[in-house]
């Protein structure tokens, strides 16, 4: 697998590769504030005893193997606290981290964060379409599993594509309940003997949306249980470097193909939509500058109930109110705020037309300086 570098100091960090070792002796060895994003899915700690099987008899292949299985609950917390204070070291002033777990350890690594100072943004319930029934018909169809998004510090400026995430949702806002199928069919990996490659493979539709919402072309993703390479293909497709951390010779070797068969997209297709609070600021004034609206000229309310004027200094006049677009917006509406681009229709050709539509032609200009 080819390896790019970043230089941080006098530390190389190994990008676009799996490393192998104890996920917390790597992380370690890595240079500290490095990382814009880490997706981890640590063992859950099932405490699974004895075999499970199905009603006809046959046997469930369930995670059963050394890697999910601690001593104790304080052998976990112990453990999660030192990978925890790892993964934080690493992660840059304005990082965030994903984790990922079901209702044996995700309650534990919650409070850890928040021990650590991280500080938790949503929790999201990845909600299974398909899952595995309760065999034995005791408990609860288990059919979720929760993921946490925290950012490093309170005051972290993280990424989060709003836009995005509301686009892969049909133009509706993007709710914290993911329904999303877990692997299955094509998408299951094999092993040399035909048998699942690892029990516990995260669907790409999930870490598709973790990453398209959480980090920007050319982010660093480290995912300190890499297992069989899901962050790492789908961190290839979107643009992102991946750093993969694993153990598990035969997850390696099963990650490092899937990878190298991965394609990145084109660079146009990487791109995705942007909140206008992302967009170059554009000041009402320079619209009156650049002859775009002239002083004196009337503009109508959207609802067509009011009407001010344009004055030289780029403000309104209306009635008995003078100020910015918002200002008198807000105040002919009676209301604590107004969105004056929005609010705002200018006459052309007989024609209502919003005010808007002059601030997005300057900001394509700057676009192409």
């Known amino acids: 697998m080819t390896i790019k570098t970043k230089t941080k100091g006098a530390s190389a960090l190994p990008l676009n590769s799996i490393l192998d070792g104890d996920c917390i002796d790597v992380m370690n060895s890595l240079p500290a504030g490095s990382v814009d994003l880490i997706f981890a899915d640590p063992p859950y700690n099932l405490q699974l005893k004895g075999e499970l099987h199905r009603p006809d008899n046959s046997k469930v292949d369930a995670v059963d193997d050394a890697w999910d299985q601690f ?20 992660l840059k002033p304005n990082g965030a981290i994903w984790v990922i777990g079901s209702y044996h350890n995700v309650f534990r690594m919650g409070a850890e964060l928040q021990n650590q100072g991280f500080w938790i943004l949503n929790d999201v319930v990845w909600r299974k379409s398909n899952p595995m029934p309760n065999f034995r018909g005791k408990r609860l169809t288990n059919a979720h599993e929760t993921l946490i998004w925290a950012s490093k510090e309170e005051a972290s400026k993280y990424t989060f594509n709003y836009e995005a995430l509301k686009a892969l949702n049909e133009g509706v806002q993007m709710r914290s309940d993911w329904v999303l199928p877990i692997c299955t069919g094509h998408e299951r990996l094999k092993n040399e003997d035909g048998d699942k490659a690892h029990p516990t493979q995260k669907p790409q539709s999930l870490l598709h949306r973790v990453l398209v919402a959480t980090t920007n072309p ?17 961190a290839k497709m979107l643009g992102r470097d991946f750093i993969g951390i694993e153990r598990e010779a035969a997850y390696r ?28 600021r554009v000041a009402f004034g320079v619209l009156v500058e650049r002859g775009m609206l002239r002083p004196g000229e009337e503009l109508w309310s959207m609802n067509g109930r009011h009407k001010a004027k344009v004055r ?16 008198v917006g807000a105040y002919l509406e009676g209301a604590p705020s107004c969105n004056g681009w929005t609010y705002w229709q200018f006459k052309r050709d007989g024609q209502k037309v919003p005010i808007d539509i002059l601030r997005q032609q300057i900001r394509s200009e700057m676009a192409k300086h």
Not at 76 to 89: E, H, I, V
Not at 218 to 234: H, I, M, Q, R, S
Not at 267 to 273: F, M, P, R, Y
């Open 312 to 327: 030289a200094d780029g403000t309104l006049i209306g009635d008995d109110i003078k100020g910015s677009i918002h200002q």
């Open 253 to 280: 070797k099963v990650a490092e193909k899937r990878i190298a068969n991965t394609r990145k997209f084109d660079t146009e297709a990487l791109q995705v939509s942007t909140s206008k609070r992302a967009e170059p």
């Open 218 to 234: 050319g982010d660093v993703v480290l995912d300190p249980f890499f297992g069989t390479g899901t962050t790492g293909a789908v």
């Open 71 to 90: 001593d104790s609950f304080k052998a976990y917390d112990t453990f999660t606290r030192n990978w925890l204070a790892a993964a934080r070291r690493l």
